[in-house]
């Protein structure tokens, strides 16, 4: 089976083309680096010890987009191409709603030209917005309060009116929860321009002296301490779960939606303790204001998954404190520590 990975090279699509290429899938990466590196694909294709093929090409320009499907039978796609910074989208919200509305708009319309209608969609956890009750089914209202999650959100939608009108059509609806880690290799991880905007990668630039201490935003929620709750999921066991979706869709179950999630909560705090232990490094803290926008808790309910998909995450929070510790060192300034191209 051929599978077309747009966003390849970035954080979860790289675990996730590891994963395939481990399980004997074909893949096709396309994505314009906009945030990610060719040697992200170098190290893919070592770790597997396969090959990909590769575009680099951007979702709003639909000829080179057709091109791949000229080029190869896709049988199906996994979509993570997109923009995804929450207080970056608040910042520059047209650039957002273009790059991840109309790509995925030109990549909709591609697939039907090529009678490819089977498609995986990463969503996330943003899309339930504050909830009422915890933990989260997939059955929750929307809603979304940035125009990151908005995008998500219309995308949603966008997909389930496009099974109404065509029920050839084949969708998975992967809501993800918070996905943190590395490959157990140190060889592939997150990779964040400038400062880091979320919690993990913050504290490892603190753990290896690239940053002086972490801000934690808040310790006044209503939460055991204080402190915000989420729900950390390591990244190689979300990659698992796009392999394990893509025999569901198989089944041709219309749009399906699960999420992606422990169904564990971890606050700021015992996420610094757990990388302290994990790394054998303090990681200097100062508790400040809360950040604008954040909600107290979320965790999933993710027990649809595994009734579903016969999916679980297997890895604790030390495995992803580990592994995180192990990118950061090996990697102290991202992919840029290697020739970026081979
Ligand atoms: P990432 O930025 O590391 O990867 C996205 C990739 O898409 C990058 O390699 C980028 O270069 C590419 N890209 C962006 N716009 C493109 C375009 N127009 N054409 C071609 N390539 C393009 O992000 P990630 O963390 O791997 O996230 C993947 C997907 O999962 C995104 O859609 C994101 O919104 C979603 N998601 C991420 C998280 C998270 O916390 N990382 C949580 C929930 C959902
Ligand atoms: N957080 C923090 N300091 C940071 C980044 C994040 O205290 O520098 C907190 C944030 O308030 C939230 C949790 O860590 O409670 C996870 O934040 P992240 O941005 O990683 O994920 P999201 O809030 O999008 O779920």
């Given at each position: 089976m051929k599978i077309l990975v747009t966003g390849g090279a970035g954080y979860i699509g790289s675990h996730t083309c590891v994963e395939l290429l481990k399980d004997n899938y074909d893949v096709v990466v396309l994505d314009n680096f906009s945030n990610s590196c060719q040697e992200a694909l170098n190290r893919i294709q070592r770790l597997a010890n396969k090959k990909l093929s590769f575009y680099k090409a951007d979702l709003l320009e639909s000829p080179s987009v057709r091109q791949v499907f000229k080029d190869h039978k896709i049988d199906a796609v996994i979509h993570f191409a997109g923009l995804k910074a929450v207080g970056e989208s608040t910042c520059i919200p047209l650039k957002y709603y273009h790059n991840n509305l109309t790509g995925t708009f030109n990549l909709l319309s591609i697939m039907g030209e090529f009678n490819v209608k089977t498609l995986v969609f990463s969503s996330s956890a943003t899309v339930y917005g504050d909830p009422s009750t915890l933990p989260i089914t997939e059955t929750f209202p929307l809603s979304a309060t940035n125009p990151y999650g908005r995008t998500k959100l219309m995308i949603e939608e966008i997909l389930q009116d496009l099974h109404t009108s065509d029920k050839?059509?084949?969708?998975?609806?992967?809501?993800?929860?918070?996905?943190?880690?590395?490959?157990?290799?140190g060889e592939l991880g997150e990779d964040p321009q400038g400062l880091p905007n979320n919690l993990m990668p913050y504290i490892s630039q603190v753990a290896v002296g690239r940053l002086p201490r972490l801000s934690v935003f808040g310790a006044d929620y209503d939460t055991p301490d204080g402190t915000g709750v989420r729900d950390y999921i390591h990244v190689t066991d979300l990659a698992l779960g796009h392999i394990r979706t893509l025999p569901k869709l198989a089944e041709k179950p219309g749009v399906v939606i699960y999420n992606l999630g422990t169904g564990n909560g971890f606050s700021v705090l015992e996420m610094i303790n757990g990388f302290e232990k994990a790394s054998g490094q303090k990681i200097a803290y100062?508790?400040?204001?809360?950040?604008?926008?954040?909600?107290?808790?979320?965790?999933?309910?993710?027990?649809?998954?595994k009734r579903e998909l016969n999916w679980e995450a297997g890895k604790s929070l030390d495995d992803m404190c580990k592994d995180t510790w192990n990118w950061q060192k090996k990697n102290p300034i991202g992919y840029r520590t290697q020739p970026k191209e081979e």
């Open positions: 050839d059509w084949n969708i998975a609806l992967l809501r993800y929860f918070n996905p943190v880690g590395a490959h157990e290799s100062q508790v400040t204001d809360r950040r604008p926008g954040d909600i107290a808790a979320c965790f999933a309910d993710a027990s649809k998954a």
